[in-house]
């Protein structure tokens, strides 16, 4: 069983805690045993805090990469938003002597010291993994199968991009979480656009709304198009954006889409034999209830 | 700053006549953002394949290659005082994209932390600063979670700073360190009463 330091951020464990909730299960049925970060706070979120200064952003990072440290083990996380702040901060950091020191000093007031001692991963990238888990042991973990069901995939940006400062090849066309959902016998389904942002990053969410929805509102046309059952993702402020902002595109546009948005870790949990309930799946803003009859 | 149709007053002008003036040239803002961007703005060609790839583009008057050529040209004031500045969704089509290697998403951050040492800066990015500040999160649980949580058998609380406050001193040192609580109170004041 490999052990890794579980990071929350914000939105997964207090909007979404079934996502939380099926990280910890799912991942302990394919030999991960995700860890409490004791202590972790907000990552913070790179586009509003980084906005407001780079330098804060890195030490605060720093802090909860520290924590992992003292813990000697690697942070796995969930959201694509803490994973630009976290992996990226720790990857700087480990290259940018300059950098780093300034950013121990500031440790120092609280007796912290950043040693680049760890790595950073997205759950979904070791799931991916041949080598930790792979899409074969995803496969034969499912109970009950998602045959049937057409389900689209929202990569989001901070997870795979900039490319070339990450290792995940094409951010054009890959196609390596659809392998993921093909793996729970649900189809997968292209779309128009795929690698569109959703609309809520860099602070725009808060900043012009319906600017922001108009972005996501693109993706739920190009959604429709494609005629799913489901929108999956891997990051819970995606998850946010085109979960309650379907209920905000009908306020402020007046058009339904009444599209279910699950996290993948909700979907591989529904697959595994885990009940709604247990995926507090209720506490979505957009009923799940269609795409489970299609399920269950 | 409430975002609003148009331009303010002294930007709308500028950009009225397109001439350039060699006053309002600031050659130590280009070597300002190169060096918090990390990347470099001044190889532009303009090509525009930034814009193409922007989500926020097609939507509004935000144009990508714009803020570079203002990197480049050492356009302070044009830059930080344009609205567009905050319309970035930091998605990195455009860095992803660009034939000459340069990181226009990490200019717009570096334009954003330059424009926040002089005050300009919508006030929702401060409320984040405010919220991390007093809960260690961003997007702190509420009552409706806590139930919810209790259901699924879990901590109301997150084993993050809510469930261990006792750490969330250290991260309002951190920040008090660069005095950024101070200055966010001060301007959301300014700004709301």
Known sequence: MREYAFFLGCIAPNRYPGAESASYKTAEKLGIKLLDLEGASCCPAPGA?????????????????????????????????????????????????????????????IDM????????????????????????????????????????????????????????????????????????????????????????????????????????????????????????EVCPFCQLQFDRGQIEIEEKFGVKYNLPVLHYCELLGLAQGMSPQELALDLHGISCEPFLQKVL | MPRTKGYPEALDKKLADTRLYEDERHPEFTKTVEKLSMSIPHMCYQCGTCTASCPSAPRSSYRIRKFVRRALLGLEEEALTDPDLWLCTTCYSCTDRCPR???????????????????????????TVQAIYTTGHGVPNNDVNRAARKKLGMNPEPPTTHAFPQYVKGIQKIIDYYELKKNADRIVKEREG
């Open chain 1, 49 to 109: 805090f980084g906005s407001i200064s780079l330098e804060i952003w890195y030490a605060m990072a720093a802090r909860n990469l520290c924590l992992a440290e003292q813990m000697k083990k690697d942070i796995a996380l969930i959201c694509n938003g803490c994973y630009k702040s976290i992996w990226e901060v720790n990857h700087k950091l480990k290259h940018h002597k300059e950098l780093k020191e300034k950013v121990n000093e500031v440790l120092k007031t």
């Open chain 1, 113 to 232: 010291e950043f040693k680049g001692t760890i790595d950073v991963w997205h759950l979904a990238e070791l799931f991916y993994d041949p080598e930790i888990v792979g899409v074969q042991k995803i496969r034969d973990s499912v109970k009950v199968s998602l045959e049937g069901t057409r389900i689209a995939v929202h990569y989001g940006c901070h997870l795979m991009k900039p490319r070339k400062e990450r290792h995940f090849g094409t951010t054009e066309h890959p196609t390596w979480l659809e392998e993921m959902v093909g793996a729970l016998g649900a189809e997968p389904v292209e779309y128009r656009n795929k690698m569109l942002c959703c609309g809520a990053g860099g602070g725009v969410r808060g900043y012009d709304l319906v600017h922001s929805l108009d972005i996501t509102n693109e993706k739920m046309i190009n959604l429709k198009e494609a005629r799913v059952d489901a929108l999956t």
């Open chain 2, 101 to 127: 290697d340069i990181a226009p998403t990490d200019v717009i951050m570096a334009m954003r932390n330059l424009a926040f040492k002089r005050d300009i800066i919508p006030v929702n990015f401060l409320k």
